[in-house]
């Protein structure tokens, strides 16, 4: 499935190969402080292993997507939306170039996303997740009015979004 979202400061569409280039490849060079809270922080990544999770997340029924700032045309982050049972889905967010961390694209985003699969995909429940030490998402969780649901451990916790009919 194709999608492409778009709003005044982001794109998202489908994340594609000729996405794997040197600006992506650097969000994984372990400088990246936003991916502390990850389990990938650790994990050393080259072109071979990202092109092996592209195509491995390509051939699923989640969604791989892109996330764009619309003004400069640049991969900003990206998004891994996994479809769930009962038609509810998971989004795992990433603003991996620095500079535009913390500025309201993982906001604007997850936020179109949300809205898009309430109303295109007739979804109802979006979840999220954060380790409990990421207090960024965990707010971001929160701005988005998402509802803390269960503790799955002592390390992550799970916010989600209902819809109600």
Partial sequence: MRIYIKSNKVIIKNFEQKDINDE???????????????????????????????????????????????????LIGTMIIYKKPSNSYDIGILIGNPKYQSKGFAYESMFLFIKYAFKKLNSRIVTAGALSNNLSMINLMKKLNMKKRVRINSYSKVYEIRKYL
């Avoid at 490849?25 to 936003?34: A, C, I, T, Y």
């Fill in 24 to 74: 992506y490849l650097s969000w994984f060079d372990g400088k990246n402080k936003s991916l502390k809270y990850s389990r990938h922080y650790k994990l050393k990544y080259n072109r071979n292993i990202l092109l092996k999770n592209y195509f491995k997340l390509k051939n699923k029924k989640n969604f791989f997507l892109s996330i764009f700032d619309k003004k400069n045309k640049l």
